[in-house]
């Protein structure tokens, strides 16, 4: 016991002497050292050989500054060449003098400390620079999606009209938008428009401006009156040095008769029916820059036939590799070419495409083409959307086949006419047969209208939504009896007609088919 006691006591004392000994120890300081970028001292210590004594460094603000700190001696922190930091000592606790072997030293532990250093600082470098990556992505993320939710999902049926539209986002969002308003009474609404700036505020502005030219569009007033009131509830909202350029266009789908007024916007593009290519002007401030903004209103007609482009500068404006834009010139010759509104997109897009070569795409590029159909007079035939059904009943496609045929009557020449007949039949089959089980008391419905490009015709059945995908026929697999019949069917129709699309409302499955009544030049079939 008394051995235990013992020890315990001489560990007591040395504990005791351990914490004195530490209470008279003065703590070490931080010296926090500040130079600006342009102080001539940074030179001095790229030069420097090692450490280096404050009172041999030049006379400098930030010299000035260590020597009131109490620095005696500071050794540059130099990798690569490049100075990555400094070590800043006080003087010696023993109030002696660095000597030789400490300037060693600290030469020594420079060497090893700076490339550290500077790997500390690239990595953090670059976890910023990956963080800067990220956020920058996620609000392009979010920029696409605010901007998608306002483009149109699908192009109204215009009648004897034939409509199409493209948006080609570049790398970094814009601001680009189109839209086609139903204003009743056989008149539509057009607005283009383009956002200056890019990103989330571009997108937030875009949707802004959508949803005040559709409030605005349905009061029954004109298009000028439309950008006057929109111009004035953007201005005060609107972010600095921000504004919209836009046009808007009323259309009387009966007449064709065009009003228009544009806020800035590029000018649109008509081809007259003789072949004469006009460029359509109004004159406008763009929205969003002086409250009180008039825009004058222009009145045309589009002639059966005519051709109209509504585009954003995102084509003018393109460059190739060596700097020459795209402008208006070229963009008139493709207007000129055009055999209709889906060629004339084609044509546009191929055409920038091939101009910017290994360029980057540099803004984003919208196009809206409006083509008026030419019946020969006929008019209402090619406006009017005939509607039928008949019982799913095996052979009533034939019924199908034989109404289609005289609800498309001249449209098509003959050959092309055959092979939508041929189309239709098996589309119809296939909706009786599989879709509807062949059940007499569920309809086969069908739609069959006339555009100025096309003819369209709408098989729907009762499938419940759109049909499992089938296989891709292979006719060694059919010989081989590897593979059903399933999927020959729409093979067939998908080689007969033009396009194919399949849809689903509710309940229904529908097949569409599209058999163009133009063709571009150097497309045959």
Known sequence: MSRVTSTSSRADRRTARRTARAEHTPIAERIAIEIDAADTVLDYLVGAAGPVEVSALPTTPATERMRAQGVALVVPLIASGELVGILALGPRRSERGYARSDLRLLDALARYAAPALRLGQLMRTQEQQARDRERIEQELHVAQ?????FLPTELPDLGGWHLDAVYLPARTVGGDFYDVIDLG??????????????????????????ALLRAAAVQGVGPGEVLHRVNNLLVPQIPANMFVTCLALVLDLATGSMTFANAGHNLPYIRRRDGEVDQLSARGMPLGLLPGSRYDEVATTVAPGELLLLYSDGITEQH??????????????????????????????AAL??????????????????HRGDFGG???SATATVRFAVPSELGNEREVMDRVAAAVGSALPDDRL?????????TAMNA???????????DCEVAVRRTAEAVVVEIGDFGRGRQSPADI???????????SARGWGLFLTRSLVDDVDELADGDRHIVRLTMRTTLPEGDAQ
Do not use: C, W
Not at 365 to 370: F, M
């Open 353 to 370: 495409t091939a101009f910017q070569g290994e360029a980057e795409q540099e803004d984003d590029i919208t196009l809206v083409a409006l």
């Open 320 to 349: 190739d590799a060596v700097g020459e834009m795209f402008d208006y010139p070229r963009t008139e010759a493709v207007v000129r070419e055009a055999t209709g509104s889906s060629d004339l997109v084609r044509r546009v897009t």
């Open 473 to 483: 026929p292979d006719l060694d697999l059919k010989l081989a009896g590897l593979q």
């Open 145 to 149: 999606l605010i901007q998608q939710q």
């Open 418 to 426: 055959d092979a939508l007949k041929t189309a239709v039949s098996e």
């Open 185 to 210: 009474a056989g008149r539509v609404m057009i607005v283009t428009g383009d956002v200056t700036d890019k990103g989330v505020p571009a997108a937030l502005v875009m949707a802004s401006t959508h």
């Open 378 to 380: 006929d008019e209402r």
């Open 432 to 442: 009786i047969e599989h879709g509807n089980r062949a059940n007499p008391r569920l």
